[in-house]
């Protein structure tokens, strides 16, 4: 058939038989899951079941494009998808150049299967596919992995995905690195490293066919309008424009929206400031393919002093957020840090939040030095935060323990410690707060790919005065907007997660829904529909969302997921956030799951979806799977353990 | 009746994103006389940084949905000033984005 | 203006590398079949390090698409880092463009003349 957004091939690569092949994409999968994210998740679920360990040679690594990348719609975004060490969906999406070159190249989905023995790296120049020795490349970190490639091949524009040395190391949710220092999936880059290939690099010369190219550029055009300086309506646009999260710093301090000290203080002063960030360090823009705001992306430098040298980009410096959770007050140590988890490809979640971990217990006098490698760990000992972060990735001393992440730390230290280890379904948590916003407490707990905003993006309600009249929402948006009450919060917890998976299927970058384009889908559909040529309506089009959400949530419940693992840390359900009298969540995370499953079709003891729920969305062969495995006799305690 | 001199009250305010780029610094304390309201606050603004009410009041618009006031006052919850009206005390933190 | 009209790089120092000129231009070559870079009039040069994207413009025909007087590729362009005019009114603004990044920090990411709100000099003795 003609394809018109979608290349229509996908590429296998064995590592165990060194075996590389192509396929024709499977229209119908394309059509009920639109492509990068859905697309993903189609695939894993019917190539890696419940029978399959994380570090099994039956583990599957997925890289997905989708229909719009290669567009200036798609912005450079992949998914990458492999069953997380914990069995949850290890799913993750990056920005930079690289899906867009996989578009060229003539692909849209990489899925990478078995072991290779030694070290091997894969090269993709359109039809050139092939797996090569990379002894020379294991042990290096992510950058000099980039330029070597970028030597051997002479290829100047090339993009590469790639492991570090958390990735190596099996640190447990080391991301895959991409150029242009995006990262994404978080244990996927432990499971790439479990499968020894040392990275990824592609170009391509080839066209995204689009079906109907007028019809797209008026809807790229009104898409625009959004981000356009001159007529934005959204008051983030603007800011995040030029200063990204970095914005955020006081926005979250003021809100007592930070984790200050592992979240036990909800406000940091003096909070790292973003224009002293910028005037000191920023360089020059560098953004993700066809990004429409000027500066997301950034190129920043320490000029002189401390960490002098270091250079690289982001888009969120600093991961400044991690300056409160660790209680340091130093950018040089905040990029340092940043750019040691850029090489190592650690998750620089798991970094703050098991290093915050330690530091509580430290204090709290659970650990002492016996434990830290005769280290004192105390909040604001920036020097002894990048000390730990090194032992992490090279998994020495007791960073050996950090590195199994906080939950099984904690489990492993025992003695109370486990009620400081703030994560959900093992994973450490991402900074979102949850206490003053409780859509962020419903949508962190349901997550099937451990903490992640960026599936209900952006965190907080539309102002419901910002919605047009006559516009028809499937939840009230004046409750929705009260966001310390449970109110409503199942109908638009769904909501958001139904239609950002389609913007992440599409994909686009999550932080393009801004404005009305968070509320009103239609300008996505229009870009879809002119794109690849389909002629869905507006409901057919959320229902693909749905369904993506559903398969993700059969696939964890397969795995053993359960109500119960819908949670979120015992901090936010018990404790206030006092500096700004917020009282903790109490009974009101069940009250809102309660109603979420209920909204959802989900039995509401065990969180399963119903066989009409899932006969529904055309989900007939999880309905087989499910009968076959006995899935709805099972308990509310499920199987995993 | 002769009432005594309103007292001054002290806010302190935050400027974030391209809202420090239109005071060209990104915080300060404004003195202001009682009763105080956002509307006076943004008065004080208009004169120090010509240019300022309009970005935050436009004329014919919506106040506060281009962009937003946040008020932290004694370790309270922080709510967003949608009203002028809004009542400022001695000591609130104001968060402009 | 009085001299001849052509697009014109800024500055190397404003190239965010997007691509969205290269990837448009290829739009418009294709006469809106496709999106394919590596057919395009300007490419996208980044060096090795990382440090530098450079625009290599090789386009002498009219456009096919323009916008309010603009071709695709300027109009698509974020940072203002392309710019259709004639050599006088680029070095004038070039000029202007040196200013304002002295005194202001955004402005090291974007033209001043692109943006629509009012900015004062970084106090940076304050910061
Ligand atoms: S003016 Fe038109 S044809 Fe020339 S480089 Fe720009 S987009 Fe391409
Ligand atoms: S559109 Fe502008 S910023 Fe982007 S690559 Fe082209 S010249 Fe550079």
């Known amino acids: ?641 | 009746m002769n009432s005594p001199q309103a007292a001054p009250i002290h806010v302190f305010v935050k400027y974030v994103g391209r809202i420090a780029v239109m005071t060209g610094r990104v915080r300060e304390s404004i003195s202001l006389d009682e009763p105080a309201n956002a509307d006076h606050l943004l008065d004080v603004m208009e004169q120090r940084y010509p240019g300022f009410r309009p970005v935050f009041d436009p004329p014919g618009g919506v106040f506060n949905l281009t962009t937003a006031i946040i008020c932290r006052r004694g370790g309270q919850p922080s709510f967003s000033i949608v009203d002028p009206q809004e009542p400022l005390k001695d000591g609130d933190v104001l968060t402009f984005w | 203006m009085s001299g001849l009209i052509k697009i014109a790089v800024v500055s190397n120092d404003l190239c965010s590398g997007c691509r969205g000129c290269e990837t448009w231009c290829s739009f418009v070559l294709a006469k809106g079949q496709g999106f394919r870079p590596e057919e395009s009039r300007i490419h996208i040069e980044t060096d090795p390090q990382g440090v530098l994207n450079i625009p290599h413009i090789n386009c002498l025909e009219e456009c096919q698409l323009k916008h309010d007087g603009d071709p695709i590729c300027v109009e698509m362009c974020p940072t203002g880092c392309l710019i259709y005019t004639d050599d006088e009114d680029l070095e004038s603004k070039r000029a202007l463009w040196e200013q304002a990044r002295q005194d202001q920090p955004l402005f090291r990411l974007i033209v001043p003349w692109k943006y629509p709100y009012p900015w004062r000099p970084l106090k940076r003795d304050e910061l």
Request: hydrophobic share 35%; glycine share 10%.
């Open chain 1, 1 to 641: 058939m003609t394809w018109h957004g979608w290349a229509g091939r996908v590429l296998r690569v064995d590592l165990a038989t060194g075996r590389i092949s192509t396929e024709e994409l499977s229209y119908q999968k394309a059509r009920d899951f639109i492509g990068c994210r859905g697309l993903n998740v189609a695939y894993l679920y019917d190539e890696v079941g419940p029978e399959v360990g994380p570090f099994d040679q039956g583990n599957k690594l997925i890289f997905g494009a989708g229909p719009l990348e290669g567009t200036p719609i798609g912005m450079g975004r992949v998914s990458v998808l492999t069953k997380h060490p914990n069995r949850f969906l290890g799913e993750g999406g990056a920005g930079g150049h690289w899906s867009a070159e996989l578009k060229f190249a003539g692909y849209d989905l990489l899925i990478v299967e078995n072991k290779a023995e030694r070290p091997v790296w894969l090269l993709i120049v359109d039809d050139k596919v092939e797996l090569r020795d990379a002894s020379h490349l294991w042990g290096r970190d992510t950058k000099e992995k980039h330029a070597i490639i970028r030597e051997e091949t002479g290829i100047a524009g090339i993009h590469v995905a790639s492991v570090g040395m958390a990735g190596e190391n099996k640190v447990a949710n080391a991301k895959v690195q991409f150029t242009l220092d995006h990262s994404g999936g978080k244990g996927c880059g432990t499971i790439m490293g479990d499968k020894k290939l040392a990275a990824v690099a592609v170009k391509g010369s080839g066209m995204v066919s689009v079906a109907h190219g007028d019809r797209f550029l008026a809807a790229y055009r009104n898409f625009h309008k959004t981000f356009d300086l001159n007529t934005t309506r959204d008051a983030f646009v603007p800011s995040w424009s030029f200063n990204s999260a970095n914005m955020l710093l006081e926005l979250f301090n003021e809100n007592g929206w930070v984790h200050a000290h592992n979240a036990q203080m909800g406000l940091f002063e003096p909070m790292l400031n973003d224009v002293e960030y910028m005037d000191k360090y920023v360089v020059r823009p560098e953004s993700s393919f066809c990004c429409p705001l000027p500066a997301c992306g950034r190129r920043y430098e320490i000029k002189e002093g401390l960490f002098a040298g270091i250079a690289g980009d982001e888009r969120e410096v600093g991961f400044a957020q991690a300056a409160p959770i660790v209680g340091i007050h130093s950018y040089p140590h905040v990029i340092k840090f940043r750019d040691m988890c850029n090489r190592a490809g650690l998750d620089e979640d798991q970094a703050m939040y098991s290093i915050a971990w330690a530091m509580e217990c430290y204090e709290r006098g659970i650990i002492n030095r016996s434990d830290t490698d005769g280290m004192e760990l105390r909040f604001g000992d920036a020097d002894a935060f990048l000390t730990m972060v090194d032992k992490i990735i090279h998994r020495e001393g007791f960073g050996d323990i950090l590195a199994l992440g906080v939950a099984e730390a904690a489990k492993r230290i025992g003695k109370g410690s486990e009620r400081f280890a703030l994560s959900i379904k093992g994973k450490e948590l991402e900074r979102m707060p949850q206490r003053n916003g409780y859509q962020m407490a419903l949508g962190l707990a349901v997550s099937e790919g451990g903490p992640d905003h960026t599936r209900w993006y952006p965190p907080y309600p539309p102002n419901p005065k910002t919605i047009p009249e006559g516009m028809d929402l499937p939840f009230d948006p004046f409750k929705a907007f009260q966001t310390r009450s449970p109110d409503d919060k199942g109908r638009l917890v769904r909501w958001l997660y139904d239609s950002r998976a389609i913007v992440e299927s599409l994909p686009s970058c999550v932080y393009m829904i801004r404005a009305l384009l968070g509320i009103d889908f239609r300008p996505w559909l229009e870009l879809f529909n002119s794109c690849t040529g389909e002629n869905g309506d507006l409901d057919d089009f959320i229902r693909k969302g749905t369904r993506i959400v559903n398969l993700e949530r059969a696939y964890i419940v397969r795995e053993g997921f359960r109500r119960k693992d819908d949670t979120i840390p015992r901090r936010m359900l018990e404790e206030p956030v006092k500096e700004h009298n917020i009282p903790p969540i109490g009974d009101n995370l069940e009250l809102m799951k309660d109603d979420y499953y209920q909204v959802r079709g989900w039995d509401n003891a065990t969180a399963i979806p119903k066989e009409e729920t899932l006969r529904g969305l055309g989900l007939s062969n999880v309905v087989e799977d499910f009968k076959r495995r006995g899935i709805w006799e099972t308990t509310e305690e499920g199987g995993h353990e």
